[in-house]
T-cell receptor, first 115, second 110 residues
Framework: NAGVMQNPRHLVRRRGQEARLRCSPM?????VYWYRQLPEEGLKFMVY????????ESGMPKERFSAEFPKEGPSILRIQQVVRGDSAAYFC?????????????FGPGTRLTVL | DAKTTQPTSMDCAEGRAANLPCNHSTISGNEYVYWYRQIHSQGPQYIIHGLKNNETNEMASLIITEDRKSSTLILPHATLRDTAVYYCIVGSGNTGKLIFGQGTTLQVKP
């Protein structure tokens, strides 16, 4: 009964490169959420996705960031032309289709370092 | 902005109960109270959640006041491994948009 899986766990990119972060939700979960945690700060909501749909992207930066959750495969958070300020821990969470006050399970995170 | 207010830090002696308070005076009728913790910058770990009744599981108990404006998380027998940042969050449960505040840093001391 694997939990939420994220890879890679650590990612190093140079300024201007692209970063791709992957999240596989728990089995049976069709809702995925991405959060970002800057150094010494709390977690900030970025985006909420269901299969093939973006439900709420109110926390996503307007430029360079995109997210998808295809019908098959993991959810992807993509950051184009990374800058040093993108260095952070990115956490993915998942939940089952029926929320009703349900639990959200977080993955171990991907730590992105931009040189 | 977070809808909850928590003390910045607390200490607890190992083996004693840790009582972590949280104020959520603007909570609405359909919002749940969730507690998560984060150890050493790992992924947040779910602890417990409730709507209006007190809840207990293998990790903790959640006491919600009758007016629902505040709650207390109780770790009955704190261990050193319970040292973490504890987040109290209110949310409708219909979305995953949990708003994390700064949380309470609990230090369990031998």
């Amino acid at each position: 009964n694997a939990g939420v899986m994220q890879n890679p766990r650590h990612l190093v990119r140079r300024r201007g490169q692209e970063a791709r972060l992957r999240c596989s939700p728990m089995k049976g979960h069709s809702h995925v959420y991405w959060y970002r945690q800057l150094p010494e700060e709390g977690l900030k909501f970025m985006v909420y996705l269901q299969k093939e749909n973006i439900i709420d992207e109110s926390g996503m930066p307007k430029e360079r960031f995109s997210a998808e959750f295809p019908k098959e495969g993991p959810s992807i958070l993509r950051i184009q032309q990374v800058v040093r300020g993108d260095s952070a821990a990115y956490f993915c969470a998942s939940s089952p289709p029926s929320l009703a006050g349900g639990q959200f399970f977080f993955g171990p995170g991907t730590r992105l370092t931009v040189l | 902005d977070a809808k909850t207010t928590q003390p910045t830090s607390m200490d607890c002696a190992e083996g004693r109960a840790a009582n972590l308070p949280c104020n959520h005076s603007t909570i609405s009728g359909n919002e749940y109270v969730y507690w998560y913790r984060q150890i050493h910058s790992q992924g947040p770990q779910y602890i417990i959640h409730g709507l209006k009744n007190n809840e207990t599981n293998e990790m903790a108990s959640l006491i919600i006041t009758e007016d629902r404006k505040s709650s207390t998380l109780i770790l009955p027998h704190a261990t050193l491994r319970d040292t973490a940042v504890y987040y109290c969050i209110v949310g409708s449960g219909n979305t995953g948009k949990l708003i994390f505040g700064q949380g309470t840093t609990l230090q369990v001391k031998p």
